[in-house]
């Protein structure tokens, strides 16, 4: 993954410079942070971006992002390569500036450009599988393990971390000096992502008792502030 | 926009159709529900998809998607067309399911496909302006009006709502009956996300009040359930 510059020209975040991060760990908090990637392929009949559950395996030059969703059959199909964008964003705030030019958003955001790949073989297809699975809270372990056929029927496809880029935006709005004076309100509106209490499904079974990991969820950030 | 059925070939949910929907109050009330939106658009590297404000203007076969943001310079480089993919995203829970194979996420997401094109003259761009401002908040009319000078800055993307499919996944995991009697947990654990309090900005002067709109985000679903 890059370090303290841009791992190739075109993830050189070009706009907002001054807020680019490339730092290994920022990249990796962001991914830590976030919920879903939207990811970007070019088809026969162009681009499409679909929202996919992700993972993160490994660290330093060998880290790779683990997707798994509809789209990994999508990309499979669109037989130009797998030439994808993988993009997180979390979305922190509001900013309302005193001119509309320079409203904003805060947000810490990802994007992951590379060659995707199918995971290969069972051991390696499980273990990323239980990557994706545990992201947001370790529930693997607590569930039936995957069959050989729901494994076959699996597919996770691995980008590597090498271009990736980050951008974070943070604090208040930054209004022309020429607006300070003026009469209009600025600020931030923060926007807090907030696990409820875990709901049992109607079907389940006396007996079956709430892992910890999910009763845990209840009542924390989701974005891991 | 999509009636019943859906507006092409290319935005067919193929997989998980049943819980795909292609009315087109669905997929407005989605759009009106989202904060971001994901555009993706190929450029001479790869693909790129980076998160954008929106806004909906119109309705009916006359609806489009205005986007704004820096991926808008990025798609005029990038010079083939303005072929893109923009998806809005909500996730609204985590779907913990007996077998790992039917973890899900609960969310309402719009995939709308189509050419790009930059919105031409002050009035129109002006207009566009307001509504992607507005889509959060109603915050446009308590600002500084935009000057001569940054409205010619500031590019607006305008994308036709013809074709756009929405897919929405609620309610339990949906397990195979084999797994009902197992001792494994299965259920939902929501996730709600709140705007907090309005936070001045530090160098706002005493007088600037605070906007009925901004003071109205506070404490409520940021996703309009």
Chains 1, 2 share one sequence.
Request: charged share 25%; aromatic share 2%; proline share 6%.
């Amino acid at each position: 993954m890059a370090e303290h510059s841009p791992a190739s020209a075109r993830t050189t975040v070009r706009r907002g410079a001054p807020r680019a991060v490339y730092e290994r760990d920022r990249i990796r908090d962001v991914l830590d942070a976030g919920i879903v990637a939207h990811v970007g392929v070019q088809t026969d009949d162009g681009p499409i971006v679909l929202p996919m559950a992700y993972g993160v395996r490994g660290s330093g030059g060998d880290a790779e992002l683990l997707l798994h969703g509809a789209l990994a059959n999508a990309l499979l199909r669109a037989g130009r390569g797998l030439d994808v964008c993988a993009t997180v964003t979390i979305v922190d705030g509001l900013v309302v500036a005193r001119s509309p030019f320079h409203n904003s958003m805060n947000h810490r955001s990802v994007v992951v450009r590379g060659i995707a790949s199918a995971v290969e073989g069972d051991a390696e297809r499980l273990d990323a599988l239980r990557i994706i699975n545990d992201h947001v809270a370790a529930i693997w372990d607590t569930a039936r393990p995957p069959s050989a056929s729901e494994l076959r029927r699996t597919l996770v496809l691995s980008v590597p971390l090498a271009e990736a880029s980050s951008k974070v935006r943070d604090g208040d709005p930054v209004d022309d000096d020429s607006d300070l004076d003026g009469p209009h309100w600025a600020g931030v509106v923060p926007l807090v992502a907030s696990w409820g209490e875990p709901m049992a499904a109607s079907d389940l079974r006396a007996g079956a008792s709430l892992p910890d990991a999910v009763a845990g969820l209840a009542g924390t950030d989701a974005h891991r502030r």
